[in-house]
């Protein structure tokens, strides 16, 4: 290292550059190699918009609180989920991933009886196997919502495009079935809930209209009788009462069993998963800079410590 005692520069000696260039190219295409050999992995994505509609729930709270009775129903149905924050819990379950793993993947191949989780490598399909393969779909699959843009991005990296961009269909296919379940099950219990109501509602009337025809029968000729005139028109109130809250909840029985039925998809895809052309990683360039520079610093790094030590031997 003359040029280090000379100068005090590592990089003006000829002879330390001509040392880290060649080091630096070894190095560089030792990391080129490298990210050659190692298996290619492949990243399918996709984009989806989830919708907001309102269902028959949030319907019957909104028309029960405009008719008074928001403290009856308010305490049934509770406020509605966030999407873009359910969702991605949602994608990386256990209920959906175990569904991912098991469903049958086409295989290019010819191969008949093939998994996803017999494509990610795991041959067999006991439990133990199942939930290795649980743990490794979380591993090559991420969720992640924009509350900028209201958008929530899914992507699956694995060593085939094809079975990057099934992965991420797939899972796609079993939010919304989970989706269409959960909010049909939701409907049938509001359904469940007006239903019974009607049903008191219907004999509450029924109560209340005989206690007015007998009142009436009764009372023929009420005629000036403060008394009589305000029990007629308490009976003729109630009766009105429960006459609109039979209405309204027989309209709110029949909007819920259309609800119940309806299956209408719970959020749009605006990007579907396709097979990617190009590998996710390794990146060979990045891989052959990280190591040149690896290699020019720690060649800096022991020419300084190599000077320093050489000016403390001298003083």
Do not use: C
Not at 17 to 44: C, E, F, Q
Not at 247 to 268: G, H, N, Q, W
């Amino acid at each position: 290292m003359s040029g280090v005692r000379h100068s005090g520069m590592p990089w003006t000696d000829p002879r330390w550059i001509r040392v880290t260039v060649i080091a630096a190219v070894v190095s560089g295409a030792m990391a080129a190699l490298v990210s050659y050999v190692i298996p290619k992995t492949y990243r399918a994505e996709s984009k989806i918009m989830p919708h907001s509609g309102a269902s028959s729930a949030s319907s019957l709270l909104g028309l029960a609180a405009s008719s008074g009775l928001g403290d009856v129903l308010g305490g049934r149905f509770g406020a509605s989920e966030n999407p873009l924050l359910t969702y991605p819990e949602l994608l990386t379950s256990r209920n959906i991933l175990e569904r991912v793993a098991t469903a049958p993947y086409p295989s290019t191949s010819g191969i008949t009886g093939v998994t996803v989780m017999r494509a990610i490598g795991i041959r067999t399909t006991s439990r133990l196997d199942l939930d290795r393969a649980v743990r490794k779909l979380k591993g090559m699959t991420k969720a992640e919502a924009s509350l900028r843009t209201g958008f929530i991005y899914l992507s699956a990296a694995t060593p085939d495009s094809v079975l990057s961009a099934f992965i991420v269909g797939r899972m796609l296919q079993e939010l919304d079935r989970f989706n269409l379940e959960t909010r049909s099950s939701r409907e049938r219990g509001t359904r469940l809930f007006v239903e019974k109501r009607v049903e008191e509602v219907s004999r509450d009337l029924a109560a209340k209209e005989q206690s007015l025809t007998a009142f009436r029968q009764s009372n023929l000729r009420i005629g000036n009788s403060p008394q009589l005139q305000l029990e007629q028109a308490r009976l003729e109130r109630e009766v009105l009462t429960q006459s609109e809250l039979y209405r309204l909840l027989v309209r709110e029985y029949e909007m819920a069993r259309i609800e119940e039925k309806r299956d209408t998809p719970t959020f749009s895809v605006v990007d579907p998963p396709q097979p990617p052309a190009r590998k996710y990683r390794p990146i060979t360039s990045m891989n052959v800079l990280i190591a040149v520079m690896a290699v020019v610093a720690i060649r800096l790094i022991a020419a300084l410590l190599q000077q320093d030590r050489a000016s403390k031997a001298r003083a």
